[in-house]
């Protein structure tokens, strides 16, 4: 998983419809001690994340391994806000 | 998933043949300002893209997760018209 | 899809017996401007590619979703020719 | 698979209920010769590997091929501990 | 696939049951000239690969699809060796 922060969303209002009803944020990976590194990500958010939030994200097929995200045409996914890092 | 542009479409007379119907639009990478970052890359067109729009590209078999599409053999899919980018 | 020039070929006798059949192909990947980009990889030709051919190559699961591939240990593919980059 | 250092730990009490249990391990991956090599990532810790330890890392589906993790959204896991690497 | 050179080997003692009798080789991906590209990984060998030879490296679940491997947590294989690069 990434270690990533929440900088911001994406409004697509054509989209494919198995994205309907997930709100899709904009991540930026980070290094364990929060410098950036890379290219910003979408990333389906399924914990209820905020702006500004330390999460982990998920990718690949992990992110729709639960039953009602099977048919999920969806690659990353928020799956965690980090409370801290310890390094 | 990844936000892109589109910059233009790739003509192939033979190919696959599961890939039969599907336009296959060259997407430029970008970072969440807009900026490029990184290779070009071929993206099946799933929402009826056009050239110089943002979009929102999936990859890997996410983009194969829907009945009609799991015997195509496409690894990356424009998914969403990007309206806008709230950062 | 990358888009890639098809550069080489490679030769092994000792494989894992789900490649026997399959030509291997070495691709260099290559921008929508025909630059290279990244290193060479190789790839089993599905479509009858030359060398010196540009073309479209998928990889990950995608290249066995066709039932006659399902147990090919192949990871790349040469899936299309490619005719003309309208960028 | 991935040679890695285990360089911390990431708390996250609010996230997705499959990684309920799992240690949550921060990676350096690192080159055969023990330097360092790109961004540290989470890892569920499949071995009980401690800090300072050098282990293989598994990444993708591979990490849930075990009927007990099938439904976890795992994307990377810590698979073994490295005693030794012979080059 | 990748071109690599197998340079080495991973000893480790504890590691998950599903990794158990597989050599687990340290390979040093190439480009098709034979000079080094990127960082050494592990793969585990299906075909009897001996340090200094030049191999295929396959990855993802496409080193899984043979019906003995499906439950084994491997993402990287050695699943050919090199005779000849034509390019």
């Given at each position: 998983?990434?270690?990533?922060?929440v900088?911001?969303?994406?409004?697509?209002t054509?989209?494919n419809?198995?994205l309907t009803?997930y709100?899709?944020?904009?991540?930026q990976?980070m290094r364990?001690d929060?410098?950036?590194?890379?290219?910003q990500?979408?990333?389906?958010?399924?914990?209820g994340?905020g702006?500004g939030?330390?999460?982990?994200?998920?990718s690949g097929?992990?992110?729709?391994?639960e039953?009602?995200r099977?048919?999920?045409?969806?690659d990353?996914?928020?799956?965690?806000i980090?409370d801290?890092?310890?390094?």
């Open positions: 998983m990434l270690i990533a922060k900088v911001g969303n994406v409004v697509a054509k989209k419809d198995t009803g709100k899709l944020m904009v991540i990976p364990a929060l410098t950036e590194d890379g290219c990500k979408v990333a389906a958010d399924y914990v994340a702006i939030e330390y999460v982990l994200v998920g097929s992990s992110v729709r391994v039953e009602q099977k048919s999920s045409l969806i990353m996914a928020i799956i965690g980090i801290e890092i310890v390094v």
